[in-house]
């Protein structure tokens, strides 16, 4: 006799639920989602207990016919998919037939629907996947779902529900990102009989995002857009300034469905490359808008993942998006103080002399290089720091379409808003340079900013050309731990570009034999010792750009001043020009912030002056 036997419909049914219904909010997911492709422009949702008790969800949408409400709950049962194709061009946010029937196998379920069409509604009652009851009913155009004792037939899952408030708190984030991606409907959310929220429909897409993120981050949020090869983004995202300690402040939509995607938290992270700390999260809301046949939903059964057809094209359409956004947004913004007269401007022989030959390069437009490593263009610095008009586009290198642009806005953002028009103070602990302007005070970070100076340099292929080379009197050797020897080896020619210029000498020992200036007079063995440990991480065979952008980092933070190190005027003069030639120059390479303001507003309330 054969052992192997087709499962009755309601087990299969219970197992599926098994992944589809993972807690009360993902019931929730689901008949939301049922909802907008009714076409809804109402969803109530009603819970109680955290949706132990009821989870109901009422629409005023298309609703079904009494056989449509029947063969509802069968499972593969669905009016969202016909062929194959249809399957690789997937307009609607479910499709795979299986939520209802899943659901109504693991809670006592009843589904009330009527078609505006219809004098009269359906009411179908069903118990543990059995239908119990099928009849004729008054009920308002649209369709309501109640989910009662959801998994009262499986009580190992009943178990592992958590607390009322942790369930109400997953139903709220699923509501809410649902809300976000549809600011045109309106949502209700009621728990135990009291509203929760009451999102009112609106034509404004920020509206309903700052409804759901809180009124205190609106002037935090700046807008994205960005549109290449058929794919678009728009949306918001925050200055690095606010962050927040997990990703949860991070949504984003595909085609309007919400996903957790990797590849664009990744994106998105690139974005903001070195404006963030490690264990800070931006706030970020993506709107991505691919065609549908480019992208594949039928991914994992709560269908919160997607796979991009051109996924690499997806990933630097949200990285640009992003990081034209912080360039525009995050500089620094000041006038020059104009009750006290300009310290005057160092004189660049005099901040070599003081600095070391390469921190008087000529200023070398650093300012686009931060967006990737092999953008990298030489942009004449002059054109942009005179006028617009003297930018035209026959001088400018071949670069990708969107740098243009950029330089443009910059020509009028930038003169007005350099760290070499602030009034300096003075060095403070002699680690941070006080300045002022009129919009208040002004500390910055002798460190970090040298660090980010350097690193930018570093990082410019047409400034490392120029860069001065330290010979060094007496070579350094070094010798590593095996997999450190083999990292370091592979960059050799590479790090000689810098001005490091090592040797191979044999098994595990290397000779250094220059050093870029920056780092002369500096210890070069912990310099060799962490570039390699470095490369045995991050590994070369992984991207060279991005190895040696770790190089970049780790040679700008062993050559930069260091803090308790006291600087002349001239000296502190010289960084404030330097960091004006930065594209990024709010931050150091690691994330940290070069200068931190305290306006006037914050310190005479701090004063009491102001009430
Ligand atoms: P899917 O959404 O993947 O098609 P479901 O099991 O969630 O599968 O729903 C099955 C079908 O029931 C849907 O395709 C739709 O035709 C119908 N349906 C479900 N909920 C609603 C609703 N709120 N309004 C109108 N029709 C609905
Ligand atoms: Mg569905």
């Given amino acids: ?51 132990r008790a009821l989870i109901r969800v009422s629409d005023n949408g298309s609703g079904m016919s009494h056989d449509d409400a029947l063969l509802a709950l ?9 062929k194959d194709q249809d399957l690789f061009s997937i307009r609607t946010l479910g499709f795979r037939g299986e939520a209802l029937p899943s659901i109504a196998s693991v809670s006592r379920f009843v589904l009330v629907t009527r078609e505006s069409a219809s004098d009269v509604g359906t009411e ?33 899952r009943r178990k592992f529900l958590k607390s009322i408030g942790t369930e109400m708190s997953h139903i709220g984030d699923i509501v809410s990102s649902t809300a976000m991606g549809r600011p045109e409907i309106q949502f209700k959310l009621i728990h135990n009989n009291k509203t929760i929220k009451n999102w009112s429909p609106t034509t404004s897409p920020f509206e309903r995002v700052i409804d759901v993120v809180g009124k205190d981050l609106e002037t935090a949020l700046h807008p994205i857009e960005f549109a290449s090869n058929g794919i678009s983004i728009s949306g918001w995202i925050s200055s690095p300034q606010i962050t927040r300690k997990t990703s949860r ?21 690139q974005g903001y490359s070195q404006r963030l700390v490690k264990g800070q999260f931006p706030i970020a809301i993506i709107f991505i808008r691919v ?65 070391g030959k390469e921190f008087a390069i000529k200023r070398v437009d650093a300012r686009l290089q931060d967006k990737v490593f092999a953008d990298e263009v030489a942009v004449d610095n002059e054109a942009i720091n005179i006028s617009p008009q003297s930018i035209t586009r026959g001088s400018q290198p071949a670069t990708r379409d969107a740098q243009p642009e950029i330089r443009r806005s910059q020509a009028h953002i930038w003169p007005q808003k350099r760290f070499r028009d602030l009034r300096m103070i003075g060095q403070f602990h002699n680690t941070y340079i006080v300045c002022e302007s009129d919009e208040g005070l002004i500390l910055l970070d002798q460190h970090a900013a040298h660090e980010r100076i350097l690193f930018e340099q570093l990082r410019s292929q047409s400034a490392r050309a120029r860069m001065a080379v330290q010979q060094l009197l007496v070579p350094e050797t070094v010798e590593l ?78 050559g930069a001043i260091r803090a308790n190190h006291p600087l002349s005027e001239p000296q502190m003069k010289g960084l404030l020009e330097q960091l004006d030639a930065c594209g990024n120059p709010s931050h150091c390479p690691h994330g940290r912030p070069t200068w931190i303001r305290w306006d006037m507003q914050t310190l005479e309330k701090s004063f009491k002056r102001v009430v």
């Fill in 291 to 355: 065609p549908f046949d480019q992208v594949d939903i039928n991914v994992h059964p709560t269908k919160n993942e997607v796979r991009f057809g051109h996924q690499q094209q997806v990933h630097d359409a949200v990285k640009e998006a992003v990081a034209r956004t912080l360039y525009e947004t995050d500089h620094p913004g000041w006038r020059p103080a104009k009750f006290s007269g300009h310290a005057k401007s160092a004189n660049p022989q005099q901040v070599s002399e003081a600095l």
């Fill in 1 to 51: 006799m054969s052992k192997i036997k087709i499962l009755p419909e309601i087990l299969s049914n219970k197992i599926a639920a098994g992944e589809v219904v993972e807690r009360p909010a993902s019931v929730v997911k689901e008949l939301v989602e049922n909802s907008l492709d009714a076409g809804s422009t109402r969803i109530r949702i009603e819970i109680e207990k955290g949706g």
């Fill in 481 to 558: 731990g095996f997999r450190e020897a083999h990292g370091l080896e592979k960059m050799i020619p590479e790090l000689s570009t810098m001005g490091l210029d090592i040797e191979h000498f044999g098994g595990r020992t290397f000779v250094v034999k220059a050093v870029p200036a920056s780092l002369s007079g500096r210890d070069v063995k912990p310099l060799i010792v962490e570039i390699a440990e470095n490369m045995v991480t991050v590994g070369t065979s992984t991207d060279l750009r991005k190895a040696l952008e770790q190089c970049c980092v780790i040679m700008a933070c062993h």
């Fill in 124 to 156: 179908i009652k069903v118990e543990g996947g059995k239908i119990k009851a099928v009849s004729e009913i008054g009920a308002p155009a649209g369709t309501m779902v109640s989910v009662k004792q959801l998994f009262y037939n499986t009580p190992a």
């Fill in 249 to 269: 402040g991070m949504f984003v939509y595909v085609n309007n469905r919400f996903v957790r995607d990797r590849i664009i938290q990744h994106a998105l992270f």
């Fill in 74 to 82: 069968e499972r593969y049962a669905t009016s969202k998919i016909y």
